[in-house]
């Protein structure tokens, strides 16, 4: 599939407050809502579908679980989700996080100078979902080896 047939994806995950989805998904990062309910949150992730849904036994301090595996010399955490950016939109999301959250891998490029060379930078949100955004010089090396 090239990527200029990609269809929107659609993505569920758990999350511990309704409002707190809220302030960080919509005030934070700015994204649109959608249909919501008091147990769940449709909202615009340039242009895919993420949900947001209340999972009350996380209880109010609750996180999701995760695991650490090692990437380019860092911790990168399992499971992970996010867009793929431009660089532009990339360094506006990356200065607009800055002192705002507190990030798992701060905003550098890795494989420099190899193929698939990428910005990237991870940080969670309050129920410890670990999302990434990236950018690609050559979006044609997002799969190279």
Known sequence: MSTNSLRPFHLAIPIRDIAESRAFYGQLLGLSEGRSTAEWIDWN?????????????????????????????QGVPVPHFGVVLTHQDWQELAQRLTGKVDFIIEPYT????????????????????????????????????
């Open 45 to 73: 992730l340039y242009g895919h579908q993420l949900v947001t849904h209340l999972n009350p036994t996380l209880g109010a301090n609750g996180k999701v679980p995760v695991h650490i595996n090692g990437v380019d010399g």
């Open 110 to 145: 890795r494989f420099k100078g190899e193929a698939g060379e990428q910005s990237t930078l991870f940080f969670s949100d309050p129920s410890g979902n670990a999302l990434e955004f990236k950018a690609f010089s050559d979006l044609g090396q997002l799969f190279a080896k």
